[in-house]
């Protein structure tokens, strides 16, 4: 109440700020940054008088957008290699701690000038912009001061997309306070953004993710107004980087990837290598600088595993989820209104055909989210569940790749299970709008009619069965280049990013060792066009 009362006092916080400029007892930390950006800053500063650093043929005006303290931390570094690359930079970003949760006006200008304090060192090379400030000029504030339709539509979307990651739901309610949430910040985020990319112009603009969170609706904006965008997010391992050019890139858009290499067969060390990595996660092993296992427990073999569930000698459909509300997942329908749905359909169809076997693995990690489960969409779809239709829940320690392996049928949404299901010989039908899709190894409904009919086909054995050596080997081919190729090696992961920082601090980085190891992911990410 008393800070409720204080933020309507002009210039209270900022009192307040001065008289004990400390970090707000908030989530929002910036102390690592804080210890290690003077250092950071140094080395940029040598290198760029000695002329290690400052080598791009092409330096560019960036923007690099940034909200939440871990991205903000991450910007500051990324932003100060780009610079010390020879670039512009300005890093624009937003001060919240929380993308779910209500901050009062007091400490949410706290956090803005706490943020200011930490970035200080960068003046002088890179330009720092709050978006919560307006703009000095009152007639453009008033020119930005509505959206155009295309954005108020993103801004619902985007607001849409945020409740559904943050519940793991797909079905929300649009009066919830979350909601409203999500669309009053966003609103202002779109604004903001609008002014301040329509005022700069830069040539290229940076944001993680561009999906979810002000990330999302930032990246709307920056293609709304037709600017060069890259996204950016990290897989599994350390030391890669995932980037997509005027694209989110939690779409895992491959097609550029595929047009250059899909044709290009593999060579004896790219498919030891693949086949290594398909071991590895079959056998419950971390893969290279692997971060999780794939799998909790170790094969025992698809038979013994059929014994096991109590599986007869009818066929096996396999039909894996994913988690609901993952970003991986969101957007993705094609012909489904949901996943739910999709799985509540099929179970639904399958309960009606006691000639095969259903089994439904949950996604394990369902385990770790607060969200419903694909159990209690499944019990709902068939109350009275008969003998055929079989349910793995994601607390049971069963090997998905000894599933594979007795699966006549393949069932997917967006899951890469699919993909590797193909590398096996098993035909696989996709649901979802999933980077693998079209790819030539898979059956690619567009409609409930489509599907249910390459159901009827593929069961009753008229279409085309097992895949044939082409098709199989496509699998292997894609499998190959979005495991290996799509990925882009870069010094820093989001997670543990400090303890990265260690090995590769900027001084490395932009020493000709570091250049040569990771020069061509920060080409891309200042917008040179990506080379497969």
């Known amino acids: 109440m008393i800070k409720n009362f204080l933020s309507q006092i002009p210039y209270a916080a900022d009192l307040y700020d001065a008289i004990r400029p400390v970090r707000p007892k908030t989530r929002y930390n910036l102390s690592q940054l804080q210890a290690h950006l003077p250092g950071a800053v140094a080395d940029v500063i040598s290198g760029l008088k000695s002329g290690c650093a400052d080598k791009t043929e092409k330096p560019k005006r960036i923007v690099l957008f940034a909200t ?8 500051a570094i990324i932003g100060l290699a780009l610079r010390g690359m020879g670039h512009e930079v300005t890093i624009a970003y937003l001060p919240y701690g929380d993308w779910d949760k209500e901050i009062n006006a007091f400490d949410l200008r706290r956090q803005d000038l706490y943020t200011r304090r930490v970035l200080k060192p960068l003046k002088g090379l890179v330009k720092i912009v709050s978006l919560l400030e307006p703009g000095l000029d009152a007639a453009k504030e008033r020119a930005y001061s509505t959206l155009v339709p295309e954005l108020e539509k993103a801004v619902e979307t985007a607001s849409a997309f945020d409740t559904m990651y943050t519940l793991q739901v797909e079905d929300f309610d649009r009066d919830s306070d979350l909601y409203r949430l999500r669309v009053a910040r966003n609103r202002q985020a779109a604004l903001a953004a609008t002014r301040f990319l329509s005022e700069s112009r830069p040539e290229t603009v940076l944001v993680p993710n561009g999906l979810v969170t002000e990330l999302g609706i930032f990246y709307q904006v920056a293609r709304h107004l037709d600017l060069m965008t890259v996204t950016y997010e990290f897989n599994d391992q350390r030391e890669q980087i995932w980037l997509s050019q005027n694209d989110i890139v939690m779409r895992q858009n491959t097609d550029g990837l595929w047009a250059a290499k899909g044709h290009v067969p593999l060579t004896e060390a790219e ?12 056998s419950a092993k971390k893969y290279g600088k692997g971060t999780r296992f794939w799998q909790d427990v170790a094969s025992v ?9 109590g599986l007869d000698g009818r066929p096996v459909v396999l039909l894996a989820t994913n988690v609901l509300g993952d970003s ?24 009606r055909r006691p000639d095969v076997q259903l089994v439904v693995r949950v996604h394990p990690g369902e385990r770790l989210m607060k969200g419903p489960s694909m159990l209690g969409v499944i019990e709902r779809a068939v109350p009275e569940r008969p003998e055929h239709l079989h349910v793995i829940g994601p607390n049971e320690k069963v090997n998905t790749y000894d599933l594979m392996e007795i699966a006549g049928l393949g069932l997917a949404y967006t899951t890469t299970v699919g993909m590797e299901m193909a590398m096996r010989g098993v035909p696989v039908i996709l649901a979802g709008l999933t980077h693998y899709r079209g790819r030539g190894f898979t059956h690619d409904p567009t409609t409930y009619d489509e599907y249910f009919g390459m159901l009827d086909g593929l069961l009753s054995g008229s279409s085309a069965g097992r895949l044939d050596e082409k098709q199989v080997e496509a699998a292997w081919n894609y499998a190959y280049r979005f495991f290996f190729d799509f990925p882009i090696d870069f010094p820093w992961r989001l997670m543990h990013f400090w303890k990265d920082y260690e090995i590769w601090p ?15 992911a920060f080409d891309y990410l200042a917008g040179e066009p990506v080379i497969w």
Request: aromatic share 10%.
């Open 68 to 75: 939440l303290h871990y991205w903000v931390e991450q910007a």
């Open 506 to 520: 900027l001084a490395r980085v932009l020493s000709d060792e570091g250049r040569a190891e990771f020069g061509k």
């Open 271 to 282: 498919r030891e290598k693949i086949a290594g990595l398909e071991d590895a996660r079959t």
């Open 301 to 309: 073999g698809g038979e013994t595993l059929r014994a096991d569930l």
């Open 328 to 351: 991986l997942t969101l957007g993705r329908n094609i012909f489904t209104a949901s996943m739910a749905e999709w799985i509540e359909k099929t179970v639904q169809y399958f309960a």
